[in-house]
């Protein structure tokens, strides 16, 4: 059964910073590496997705990794800003037709002025 | 492009009651989910169809749970009695064909069981 879990749970930088979001998996047999964003009382905004034959994925200032054989996932955000405060949330993609997903506890950030 | 519609986006009940929510997809999108969010959690799947048919709802609690989508595009989910560990977001996600591609979600359905 796939574990996904996030680390830290919750981080507070101040703006401007670079930062890393850590995302860890206990299968690597998966399809799919989902980046998602979620603010308070909203559903799931998707901000990248890596297929696993691909190590990475940009978006702007965010860039995700993946490192299947370790079982490892990042999202680097560069040069924070205030309207990142967010909960970032990283699932992991079944390798079936279902592609069932299996997310983490999520990583709450909060970037200060 | 409109997104993944979701009603109601707040429900308050007391326990034993019943409940269902109302789920319209992307549209062209074959695959429908339904997750589960408890507060402080990442979202767990309930229940994924393909079209018409289940694929997957091993981790929806049957006995209380339910959820159709009839004629492969709204899906209902009902959970009947609610209790009070159902208080969560109830989130609707599609996608073009299941398969590998990339889920949307839309803004959920917020549960209080009292």
Request: glycine share 10%.
């Amino acid at each position: 059964k796939q574990e996904v879990t996030q680390i830290p749970a919750a981080l507070s930088v101040p703006e401007g910073e670079n930062l890393v979001l850590n995302c860890s998996f206990t299968d690597s047999a998966i399809y799919n590496l989902q980046w998602f964003r979620q603010d308070p009382g909203k559903g799931l905004t998707s901000l990248l997705l890596i297929q696993s034959s691909q190590r990475e994925q940009t978006s702007g200032r965010l860039n995700a990794s993946l490192d299947k054989s370790s079982g490892r996932s990042t999202l680097y955000i560069a040069a924070s800003q205030p309207g990142d405060s967010a909960t970032y949330l990283c699932a992991a993609g079944g390798d079936n037709a279902g592609n069932m997903l299996t997310f983490g506890g999520g990583t709450r950030l909060m970037v200060k002025p | 492009e409109a997104g993944v519609a979701q009603s109601p986006r707040y429900k308050i009940i007391e326990k034993r009651q019943s409940v269902a929510f109302w789920c319209n997809p992307i549209s062209g999108h074959a695959t429908l989910y339904w997750y589960q969010q408890i507060l402080g959690q990442g979202p767990k799947l309930l229940i994924q169809f393909q079209n018409n048919g289940v694929v997957d709802d091993s981790q929806l609690p049957k006995d209380r749970f339910s959820a159709e989508r009839l004629k492969g595009v709204d899906s209902t989910l009902k959970i009947q009695p609610a209790k009070l560990e159902d208080s969560a977001v109830y989130l609707c996600a599609s996608s073009f064909s299941g398969g590998y591609n990339e889920q949307f979600f839309g803004p959920g359905t917020r549960l209080t069981v009292l």
